[in-house]
């Protein structure tokens, strides 16, 4: 158990962070404080996907509602942007989010905020549920687990041999997608796939996609329910890799897939794998003409809804299933005892 662990179990038995809550609330101070989920799943031996997306357990995730509702406002997007805006928040403002748009945000995740009365955001990327394609690092997660091949040459997009026995080599093969300039994905997952002797065809990728990504119809069940459903572009790239084709039709191709499927203009947008963008100002000022209002990153920590906050550079904290109930509600109160990132926290092999 490491030092900043030891300390929030402390001051949760001591009731310090509830009274840091109430203090808060009280003198309505401009913090706002935004979680960030993918996945609610139980940990399984047999799971054929990667473990380590799922953020909380059904019964972890019961719970951190169950701590949101005693001592935050949940709020949706209207309200934030009315806050940007200069709009006055409610006490202690906090926002559930959602990214990818997995199934089990429909089956285990709504049922749950039902029951606690409580609204999140879900932040979906539209053509692997319109194609029922797998997500790239989900069909990487895959393949490695699944080859028959314990070394496999790659030409693609450079040469080299990868051994996927060895520790993190699924990160390794991720980190590829998310940080080469312009790859073409497909061709690359193609060939690892044929490399590692996977049986692969749209049949059985169809399959997986069901099991795992939310339908359109599962999506308009969580709007028809009162949740916010918003961007996180069409194929989940990582936006400083793309040039400026692919670049508007990730941007402006999610949010008419969102109008055409959902009814509703979207009007945030999370960046896949959630590198800030503000020192970047060609690619900010691409999310606002796209019509964006509000971008949010994975930097974690609480944000400053006032004193000037860039609105395309929200802050939120990262959360995994070995998150303790007090390192959870820690964060919440007392943002600097969490574990401080600069973006690219996700859970997932891309990590």
Not at 190 to 205: N, Q, S
Not at 309 to 316: A, I, Q
Request: glycine share 8%; hydrophobic share 40%.
């Amino acid at each position: 158990m490491g030092a900043r662990e030891r300390l929030a179990r402390v001051l949760h038995r001591t009731g310090a962070f509830e009274i840091a809550l109430r203090a808060r609330a009280r003198v309505r101070a401009p913090l706002l404080t935004i979680l960030t989920y993918h996945h609610v799943h139980a940990p399984d031996p047999e799971y054929p996907f990667d473990p380590d997306v799922a953020d909380a357990t059904p019964e972890q995730f019961r719970r951190h509602l169950h701590l949101l509702a005693r001592h935050f406002t949940v709020i949706g997007v209207e309200e934030l942007c009315r806050g940007l805006d200069g709009g006055r928040l409610p006490p202690n403002p906090a926002l559930i989010t959602f990214d990818d748009g997995y199934r089990s945000c429909h089956d285990v995740a709504l049922p749950l905020l039902r029951q606690a009365g409580l609204c999140a955001v879900f932040f979906v990327a539209t053509s692997f549920l319109s194609e029922r394609r797998l997500y790239w690092w989900e069909r990487v997660a895959y393949v490695v687990r699944r080859a028959r091949a314990e070394r496999v040459r790659l030409t693609y997009p450079e040469p080299r041999e990868i051994d996927l026995r060895a520790p993190g080599a699924a990160g390794t093969l991720v980190r590829t997608v998310k940080n080469t300039v312009g790859l073409d994905v497909e061709r690359y997952l193609e060939e690892l796939t044929a490399a590692a002797g996977v049986a692969w065809d749209r049949a059985v990728e169809r399959r997986l996609a069901d099991d795992l990504i939310m339908t359109w119809d599962q999506v308009r069940a969580l709007r028809d329910a009162g949740m916010d459903i918003e961007s996180h572009t069409r194929r989940h790239r990582v936006l400083q890799t793309l040039g400026a084709a692919d670049l508007a039709d990730e941007l402006a191709g999610a949010r008419a897939d969102l109008e055409r499927e959902v009814g509703r203009t979207s009007r945030a947008i999370a960046y896949p794998v959630g590198r800030p963008i503000s020192h970047l100002s060609a690619l900010r000022d691409a999310v606002a003409a796209a019509g964006y209002r509000v971008g949010f990153t994975n930097g974690t920590g609480a944000s400053l809804v006032r004193g000037g906050l860039d609105r395309f550079d929200v802050r939120r904290i990262a959360l995994d299933r070995n998150t303790s109930d007090a390192m959870f509600l820690g964060q919440a109160a007392i943002p600097p005892l969490g574990h401080q990132r600069k973006g690219d926290t996700s859970h997932y092999v891309a990590a």
